[in-house]
Protein backbone atom coordinates (compact mmCIF):
# COMPACT_ATOMS: atom_id res chain seq x y z
CA UNK A 1 0.00 0.00 0.00
CA UNK A 2 1.47 3.38 -1.04
CA UNK A 3 0.62 7.18 0.23
CA UNK A 4 1.80 9.57 -1.44
CA UNK A 5 2.60 12.66 0.64
CA UNK A 6 3.95 16.28 -0.49
CA UNK A 7 3.90 19.64 -0.58
CA UNK A 8 5.91 20.40 2.76
CA UNK A 9 8.88 22.73 2.13
CA UNK A 10 9.92 25.84 3.60
CA UNK A 11 7.62 29.28 4.28
CA UNK A 12 8.19 32.36 6.16
CA UNK A 13 5.90 32.73 9.80
CA UNK A 14 2.19 33.34 8.63
CA UNK A 15 2.56 31.76 5.19
CA UNK A 16 0.45 29.00 3.71
CA UNK A 17 1.15 25.49 3.11
CA UNK A 18 -1.02 22.94 0.95
CA UNK A 19 0.27 19.34 1.78
CA UNK A 20 -1.30 16.58 -0.20
CA UNK A 21 -1.51 13.12 0.10
CA UNK A 22 -2.84 9.96 -2.57
CA UNK A 23 -3.11 6.82 -2.18
CA UNK A 24 -5.60 3.85 -4.19
CA UNK A 25 -9.30 4.27 -4.42
CA UNK A 26 -9.69 0.66 -2.46
CA UNK A 27 -8.03 2.28 0.32
CA UNK A 28 -9.41 5.67 0.35
CA UNK A 29 -13.07 5.37 0.28
CA UNK A 30 -12.73 2.72 3.02
CA UNK A 31 -10.09 4.68 5.57
CA UNK A 32 -10.21 7.67 7.83
CA UNK A 33 -7.40 9.70 6.90
CA UNK A 34 -5.31 11.49 8.84
CA UNK A 35 -1.98 14.00 9.29
CA UNK A 36 0.53 13.76 11.99
CA UNK A 37 3.92 15.59 12.32
CA UNK A 38 6.90 14.61 14.81
CA UNK A 39 9.70 16.96 15.73
CA UNK A 40 13.06 14.83 16.20
CA UNK A 41 13.19 13.60 19.58
CA UNK A 42 9.99 14.10 19.84
CA UNK A 43 6.39 11.21 19.62
CA UNK A 44 4.47 11.79 16.70
CA UNK A 45 1.34 14.13 17.33
CA UNK A 46 -2.12 13.66 15.59
CA UNK A 47 -2.52 16.79 13.45
CA UNK A 48 -5.78 16.37 11.78
CA UNK A 49 -8.17 13.70 10.46
CA UNK A 50 -11.56 13.30 8.42
CA UNK A 51 -13.56 10.06 8.32
CA UNK A 52 -15.92 8.66 5.61
CA UNK A 53 -18.66 10.35 6.20
CA UNK A 54 -16.66 13.78 6.01
CA UNK A 55 -16.27 14.68 9.72
CA UNK A 56 -13.52 16.67 10.54
CA UNK A 57 -11.24 16.92 14.02
CA UNK A 58 -8.04 18.82 14.97
CA UNK A 59 -5.47 19.05 17.62
CA UNK A 60 -6.22 22.43 19.61
CA UNK A 61 -2.48 23.59 18.52
CA UNK A 62 -3.64 23.88 14.91
CA UNK A 63 -7.83 24.56 14.93
CA UNK A 64 -8.31 27.82 13.20
CA UNK A 65 -5.82 27.29 11.30
CA UNK A 66 -5.49 24.28 9.42
CA UNK A 67 -7.83 22.54 6.86
CA UNK A 68 -8.16 18.80 6.00
CA UNK A 69 -10.13 18.14 2.76
CA UNK A 70 -10.51 15.19 0.83
CA UNK A 71 -11.37 15.29 -3.09
CA UNK A 72 -12.50 11.54 -3.53
CA UNK A 73 -12.01 11.70 -7.59
CA UNK A 74 -8.42 11.51 -7.02
CA UNK A 75 -8.36 9.56 -3.48
CA UNK A 76 -6.13 12.66 -2.11
CA UNK A 77 -6.15 14.25 1.25
CA UNK A 78 -5.38 18.05 2.02
CA UNK A 79 -3.66 19.50 4.80
CA UNK A 80 -4.27 23.42 4.26
CA UNK A 81 -1.69 25.64 6.74
CA UNK A 82 -2.54 29.39 7.36
CA UNK A 83 -1.19 30.71 9.66
CA UNK A 84 1.82 29.13 9.82
CA UNK A 85 4.45 29.16 13.31
CA UNK A 86 7.92 28.21 13.63
CA UNK A 87 6.40 25.43 16.53
CA UNK A 88 4.83 24.08 13.13
CA UNK A 89 8.11 22.73 12.08
CA UNK A 90 7.92 19.02 11.65
CA UNK A 91 7.46 15.86 9.57
CA UNK A 92 4.52 15.66 8.47
CA UNK A 93 2.76 12.37 7.85
CA UNK A 94 -0.22 10.86 6.29
CA UNK A 95 -2.39 8.43 7.63
CA UNK A 96 -4.74 5.68 6.22
CA UNK A 97 -6.95 3.98 8.85
CA UNK A 98 -9.47 1.88 7.20
CA UNK A 99 -9.20 -1.09 10.73
CA UNK A 100 -6.60 -1.89 13.59
CA UNK A 101 -4.88 -4.33 11.04
CA UNK A 102 -4.71 -2.30 7.95
CA UNK A 103 -3.11 1.05 9.06
CA UNK A 104 -0.99 2.98 6.85
CA UNK A 105 1.50 5.42 6.75
CA UNK A 106 2.82 7.96 4.29
CA UNK A 107 6.81 8.44 3.66
CA UNK A 108 6.50 11.66 5.21
CA UNK A 109 7.20 15.08 4.17
CA UNK A 110 9.44 18.29 5.73
CA UNK A 111 7.58 21.59 7.02
CA UNK A 112 10.01 24.32 8.31
CA UNK A 113 8.49 27.68 9.52
CA UNK A 114 11.54 30.18 9.62
CA UNK A 115 10.44 33.14 12.11
Known amino acids: VQLQACGGGLVQAGGSLRLSCATS????????MGWYRQVPGEQREFVAN???????NYADSVKGRFIIAKNNARNTVYLQMNTLKPEDTAVYYCRATVSPQRDYWGQGTQVTVSS
Open 25 to 32: GNIFRGAI
Open 50 to 56: ITRDNND
